[in-house]
């Protein structure tokens, strides 16, 4: 699905409604957004983001890197692990 957004004066986009349907947004719904190769990944999110910054809370790791730096970590290490598993 293709669609053009417009950036507004406060750095705000809006999604086109046919894109917003299809994803089964409402009012309020978290997005994930990512650069990759130049271009802005954008992703619903399926999880509250929320509930795992309170679960990383207490773990050491949070006083070194952000909620959003520790799952960046995780998914490259676990893409490593699949990589290699699968002599990819």
């Known amino acids: 699905m293709d669609g053009i957004l417009t950036l507004s004066s406060k750095n705000q986009l809006t999604l086109p409604v046919s894109m917003v349907s299809f994803l089964g947004l409402d009012k309020g719904a978290k997005l994930w957004t990512k ?8 992703e ?21 890197y952000s909620t959003l730096e520790v799952i960046e970590l995780a998914k490259k290490r676990e893409a490593k692990r699949l990589a290699k598993k699968y002599g990819v």
């Open 35 to 42: 650069i990759v190769n130049n271009m802005i990944v954008i």
């Open 44 to 64: 619903k999110v399926n999880d509250s983001w929320d509930d795992l910054h309170g679960f990383l809370a207490d773990n050491p790791i949070s006083k070194k």
